[in-house]
Every structure is written in structure tokens, then in C-alpha cells.
């Protein structure tokens, strides 16, 4: 049974510094876009109606969008990049699904997540029949170096949502303890994004480090900004509602800055928010007090852009062109939502 996924939205998808990335690989994009709506056909029936409406909820395709301009960077030709970028957008999306049951999320980008529209067996089962239509992607590609990249990368983020399971809630988490977090949850993914670019065009090995390196900090630096915006930044440019992360007892950098340099009775008031999640009405305009008063907010922005600059300078040995450009020029969009 088919079922039609208006992604209209998703074709080209525009603001700020995201729109030189997006003109670059529009024509692309929309050939990925035919590949998910291919791809994520199954004749039970649920399979397609809850991927899709995942899938069409919105998002930037901002993971795909990174494998097709390294590509483009690299000289690529062909279409194996374009399945590739579907293989990246399944995983990224059978992330989600999983994310979004264990959370117990019902809202993601303003909408109704899937879970809480067709309960939480069917969103996990129907995230295994992603990763499961990704590695089919993979396989028909042919190349083991690509299969490697990818399936590490899947491995790698199953791994960090483990750790991540294993941190919840608890104030003892350091700040190498979150970096180790979101390397495997978010920055994996961007990484191997990236590098698959390199590997389709068969350049060198350093120009795949390089674009993996690119990708891995870009990674760090786009969930650390998340996570910062997720206390200063405005309901209507979330997506989602300003304190969420601290609602749901989540120990990001802003916290963790806070309750170390914080003294006893704030680091109580942090493990009754966080860890015992007994939480007042007046509690989150006293948590920004405490992150005003120890810097947190304004050291975890240089944090971000410190990993936006990595990100860059990774770049400096690969071609002068249009798209490496457009990657630079995203990694700036992004840390530059802060200011």
C-alpha cells in the first residue's frame, strides 16, 4: 500500500545562512526527497502512515544537505550521493522515533510526535524498519567503506543514547560526561555524514578525515547551541517551549557549569529540579538567575563557537569552491543563533 507524503516543505527548505547550503543542493534534494517516499513504502499499511508522519512533520534536512555539498565539494558525479543522503535521513529519523519513546515526548517542532499519535510499539518498531531500510541503502551502494562509515555511525549513536539513559537525572555528570553524550548522539551522524561525500567522489583519505572532522565538530557545536537556546531563545524559533530540557530533568552544559561553580544550597535546589524533578513555578526563572550569575550561558557560547572554529578550520586543505563555502557559511548560521 502506497501512501503519498506531501514533502513540499522539505524541498527547499530556506533562512538565514542555511539558504546558500540549500540553493547549492536544492535540484538534489529533491531527489532524495523521491528516494524516502520510495523507501519508506511498505504494504502494512502503519509503516508508511507513521513514517510519514514523521517525516513530513519538518526539519531542514540539514544531514542529507551535508552529505550532498561534500559531495559537490569533492567533486562528485552521479546519483550515489543521493541515495546516501536518504540512507542519513532514515537513521536520523529512526533516532527520533526512539528518542521520542524514551523521552515520553509528546510534542516535537510544535506537532503531535509519533508516539503519542500511534503509541510507543508501533514508533519503535517502525524505527527498526528505518535503520533497517538504511542499511539496505547502504548495501546497494556496493562500497564497504561507505557500509563502514554509516554502520559505525548507527552503532556510535545507539551507544550514546545508552550513555545518555545512564545520565539522566543526574547531577554528578560532568562536563566530559555530556561532551561524551552528544559526540555519539548528535555529532556521529554529522561526521559520517560528511565523510560518505569524500568516499563517493574517491578522494584521498586525508580529505575524508578533513570532512569528517568538519562534521564531528559542526555536530558538537549545533547540540551544544540546542541546548543553550533551550534556556535563552524564544518559543516561536524552538519549536518546542523555552525550559523543556530543564522540565524534563536534562543535565546540559548550562547546568553542569552551573552546579560546579554553584555553592551547596544551589547545588540542592539543582538536585531537587533535576534529579528529583520536584519542581515550582518559580524554579526555571531561578535556574537563569544562577547560570546569569555564574557565566554558564556565556561559557557554554564560547564552547559552541570554539567547536564552530574547529569545524572550520578543518576545511582549510579542501577545494575553494561554492559548496565548501556553503558548509562554512552553516556552521556560522548556526552558532550565530546564539547572539
Given at each position: 500500500m502506497a501512501v503519498a507524503i506531501d514533502?513540499?516543505?522539505?524541498?527547499?527548505?530556506?533562512?538565514?545562512?542555511?539558504?546558500?547550503?540549500?540553493?547549492?543542493?536544492e535540484g538534489d534534494l529533491r531527489r532524495v526527497n523521491e528516494i524516502i517516499i520510495d523507501k519508506m513504502q511498505s504494504p502494512v499499511a502503519l509503516i508508511p502512515q507513521l513514517a510519514g508522519h514523521i517525516i513530513a512533520a519538518?526539519?531542514?534536512?540539514?544531514?542529507?544537505?551535508?552529505?550532498?555539498?561534500?559531495a559537490r565539494l569533492c567533486g562528485a558525479e552521479g546519483e550515489r550521493q543521493m541515495a546516501l543522503a536518504a540512507c542519513v535521513e532514515f537513521i536520523h529519523t529512526a533516532t527520533l522515533l526512539h528518542d521520542d519513546v524514551v523521552d515520553a515526548s509528546e510534542l516535537r517542532r510544535g506537532l503531535q510526535t509519533a508516539n503519542a499519535v500511534f503509541g510507543n510499539k508501533a514508533s519503535v518498531l517502525v524505527g527498526d524498519f528505518l535503520f533497517s531500510r538504511a542499511f539496505q541503502l547502504m548495501v546497494a551502494d556496493g562500497s564497504l567503506k561507505v557500509l563502514k562509515a554509516l554502520s559505525d555511525a548507527s552503532?556510535?549513536?545507539?551507544e550514546g543514547e545508552v550513555h545518555q539513559l545512564m545520565t539522566a537525572n543526574d547531577m554528578a555528570t560532568d562536563e566530559a560526561a555530556y561532551?561524551?553524550?552528544?559526540?555519539?548522539?548528535?555529532?556521529?551522524?554529522?561526521a559520517a555524514a560528511c565523510q560518505v561525500g569524500a568516499i563517493v567522489a574517491e578522494r584521498p583519505e586525508v580529505d575524508e578525515e578533513a570532512l569528517y572532522a568538519y562534521g564531528l565538530n559542526f555536530g558538537i557545536a549545533f547540540q551544544l547551541v540546542d541546548d543553550i537556546l533551550d534556556y535563552t531563545g524564544d518559543d516561536d524559533g524552538l519549536g518546542k517551549s523555552r525550559g523543556d530540557d530543564f522540565r524534563e530533568g536534562k543535565i546540559t552544559l548550562p547546568v553542569v557549569l552551573a552546579y560546579e561553580?554553584?555553592?551547596?544550597?544551589?547545588?540542592a535546589f539543582?538536585?531537587?529540579?533535576?534529579?528529583?524533578?520536584?519542581?515550582?513555578?518559580?524554579?526555571?526563572?531561578?535556574?537563569?538567575?544562577?547560570?546569569?550569575?555564574?557565566?554558564?550561558?556565556?561559557e557554554s557560547k564560547r564552547r559552541a563557537r570554539l567547536y564552530g572554529d574547529r569545524a572550520c578550520e578543518a576545511m582549510a586543505a579542501l577545494p575553494d569552491n561554492a559548496a565548501r563555502q556553503a558548509l562554512l557559511d552553516v556552521v556560522d548560521f548556526c552558532v550565530e543563533r546564539l547572539y
Open positions: 514533502l513540499k516543505q522539505q524541498q527547499t527548505p530556506s533562512g538565514g545562512g542555511l539558504e546558500p547550503l540549500t540553493r547549492l543542493v519538518g526539519g531542514k534536512r540539514l544531514r542529507p544537505m551535508l552529505t550532498l555539498a561534500s552503532a556510535i549513536i545507539a561532551l561524551e553524550v552528544i559526540r555519539a548522539k548528535t555529532a556521529a551522524l554529522f561553580r554553584g555553592d551547596e544550597t544551589e547545588r539543582w538536585r531537587r529540579c533535576l534529579e528529583d524533578l520536584e519542581q515550582r513555578e518559580d524554579d526555571l526563572p531561578h535556574a537563569l538567575q544562577l547560570m546569569e550569575r555564574h557565566g554558564a550561558v556565556a
